[in-house]
């Protein structure tokens, strides 16, 4: 099973500011099977990124994914008020799936 | 606009077994992976399953072998999640999603407490 570990674990930061959070995985992502999310508290996740940089659906360009290998990164250019919440990353390998142990974006 | 509809909250007794639902709406039920995905209270998001509805496959998570059965209904365009021998540690939300290798697609959730 392939472990996937974000960092830092919690991330202070102020609108406006720039974030940058890391996922690297146990071992290199196949196909390109990488994937962000955003939750909010008593919310399910929303898809933010997959294929490491690809934006779904109705996402702001201010979000953005990149990497490759073991290691990739979500930046937020400019932090908005509804970007603070919990962010987790996802990969498919061999038909299973796992998560990293997320990352919070709290308001500094 | 797709939609996921699960169940509602369960209360189940350890040793018990929950079921739960999510029945898919506007788009076709059978070209797309339904996974299911949990969440214990303040924990991350944890993998359990997939089916693919078009042929019935299943994958599971080695994590739950022998407790868990995943099924779906295509004539009525519904996923079940079956979790058996419930234990305190099982309590969590429960979650299907839509898709192969990312999910873009989720239902609103499914709280399960196992409680004596």
């Known amino acids: 099973e392939i472990v996937l570990t974000q960092s830092p674990g919690t991330l202070s930061l102020s609108p406006g500011e720039r974030a940058t959070l890391s996922c690297r995985t146990s071992?290199?992502?196949?196909?390109?099977?990488l994937a962000w999310y955003q939750q909010k508290p008593g919310q399910a996740p929303r898809l933010l990124i997959y294929?490491?940089?690809n934006r779904a659906t109705g996402i702001p360009d201010r979000f953005s994914g990149s990497g490759s290998g073991t290691d990739f990164t979500l930046n937020i250019s400019r932090l908005e008020p509804e970007d603070f919440a919990e962010y987790y990353c996802?990969?498919?390998?061999?038909?299973?799936?796992?998560f990293g142990q997320g990352t919070k974006l709290e308001i500094k | 606009q797709v939609q996921l509809v699960q169940s509602g909250a369960e209360v189940k007794k350890p040793g018990a077994s929950v079921k739960v639902s999510c029945r898919a709406s506007r788009y076709t039920f059978t070209s797309y992976a339904i996974n299911w995905v949990r969440q214990a209270p303040g924990q991350r998001l944890e993998w359990i399953g997939w089916i693919i509805p078009d042929n019935g496959n299943t994958k599971t998570s080695q994590n739950f072998q022998g407790r868990l059965t995943i099924s779906s209904d295509t004539s009525a365009n519904t996923a079940y999640m079956e979790l058996s021998g419930l234990r305190a540690e099982d309590t969590a939300v429960y979650y299907c999603?839509?898709?192969?290798?990312?999910?873009?697609?989720w239902g609103q959730g499914t709280l399960v407490t196992v409680s004596s």
């Open positions: 996802q990969q498919y390998d061999n038909s299973r799936v796992t």
């Open positions: 999603a839509r898709g192969w290798s990312y999910f873009e697609y």
């Open positions: 294929g490491i940089s």
């Open positions: 071992q290199s992502v196949s196909n390109n099977y």
